[in-house]
């Protein structure tokens, strides 16, 4: 069978792999790039285990022929950490907030929620939009809520310090609002 050269950049650095012409872009990953962090749950594009950033959007990477990659730039769960390998802002909130909770489903809500916040640019997301995010990643480990709440922490550590004084700056305003209010109200007995 004949083989189809393929080149994309993987986490950052540039790759050029040779494939059968269906092989699925999970297997080129897991298979020729050695990177096994993005699991098969289905098989089937329903769970979500699979999910990688292609060209900076979510995909089923069990769907998707690698010869489709060609050119795009993929980000897998190994490609979010920090240089070094210390953990983005996102798995930490994951790790700290007990939203890490299988092996199998987190890389992939992982990658959906990156892709979140990435169309966040700077802005916290409600509840409803980071379920909305993570519909395609299916989960029985969790009831999804510890993962909202890491999602929602790692965007609020990554708005810029201004941003998060600004968000603040009403409740301080109320706050002092309510204290000079005690205040006046002690010293009118």
Known sequence: ?????VTFTLNGARRRVRVAPMKRLLDVLREDCALTGTKEGCGEGECGACTVLI???AANSCLIPAVHADGATLVTVEGLAR???ALSALQQAFVTMGGAQCGICTPGILVSAQELL?????RVPGDAEVRE???GNLCRCTGYQKIVDAVRAAAREAMPARARAARRAPKARATAK???TAKRARRAR
């Open 55 to 57: 060209d900076g959007r």
């Open 1 to 5: 069978m004949s083989r189809i050269a």
């Open 133 to 135: 995010a993570l519909a």
């Open 118 to 122: 990435l169309r966040s640019r700077g």
């Open 178 to 180: 309510a204290r000079r």
């Open 83 to 85: 240089r070094g390998g």
